[in-house]
């Protein structure tokens, strides 16, 4: 049963039907379908998807705030429509994150309390873009609470060759993001970053291969954040 059942949500996976994939198995009580640590990725990958593609439209059909008022009707519903749907499905997630947090002992996985951490740092962070001016800062909060539980787990079960792992690199670059766009921390986000490179560049040579590709592609992405936050600053400072 669970082979056939992971065997159907890898086909809706396979062809992007993401919101089929949540619902194979967020639709069964208590989740009863996540036999294994695969089935737990897998659903987070889909709900993850599905969040991120309405995050990315929100971004892109944002207007700018002179021209607002200009803004057709019609946007400005879509808009409203794609709030609504990325909220629900972050807390849809977020609420499945904590049917499994006592559940830990069904993946023998040696991350999987780090992983859900930082998974639920982000959602409280998308959540914290999306809610009032009011309620951001206290969102920001628990975010930064989860990320920093993520890196206790992960500093304490870490052995030397994966001090820079990819893992940690992921983690240490969304908190970094954290700092910078919703806490107002934009000097102390760029210092957090540009320390995490400087570990990583000088771990890279003790690191196995196989970690170091994986890393290699996170380091980048850190690297460009980094450029993008010094350049925002230089641009502060000249402008007052």
């Known amino acids: 049963m ?13 062809i992007e039907r993401y919101d089929l994939v949540v619902s194979h198995y967020l639709d069964n009580p208590n989740c009863q ?11 987070c990958i889909a709900l993850k998807a599905l ?17 607002a008022s200009e803004y057709p009707q019609s946007l400005s519903f879509y808009q409203k429509m794609l709030s609504v749907r990325v909220e629900s499905n972050i807390k849809k997630f977020l609420h499945f994150l904590d049917l499994i947090s006592n559940s830990c002992t069904l993946f023998e996985e040696k991350y999987f309390a780090a992983d859900t951490a930082k998974l639920r740092g982000d959602l409280l962070r998308y959540l914290a873009e999306l809610c009032s001016p009011s ?3 206290e969102r920001a909060e628990m975010a930064e609470k989860a990320y920093r539980e993520a890196m206790i787990i992960l500093d304490a079960s870490d052995t030397e060759g994966e001090k820079c792992s990819a893992r940690k690199l992921a983690l240490s670059l969304n908190w970094a993001i954290l700092k910078f ?9 760029i210092r957090d970053a540009e320390a995490v ?3 990583f ?3 890279q040579g003790a690191m196995i291969e196989e970690r170091l590709k994986e890393a290699a592609p996170v380091y980048r992405l850190l690297e460009e954040n980094l450029k993008q936050w010094r350049k925002q600053l230089e641009e502060e400072e000249i402008h007052g």
């Open 51 to 67: 969040i991120e593609r309405d995050r990315f439209a929100l971004r892109t059909i944002k207007p700018p705030a002179q021209q």
């Open 135 to 137: 309620e951001a800062p």
């Open 197 to 199: 490179a400087e570990n």
């Open 201 to 203: 560049l000088s771990a």
């Open 181 to 189: 766009e919703l806490k107002g921390e934009t000097r102390q986000a």
């Open 33 to 43: 379908l996540l036999g294994t640590f695969a089935d737990f990725e897998l659903l």
């Open 2 to 14: 669970e082979k056939t059942a992971s065997s159907y949500a890898i086909f809706c996976e396979s």
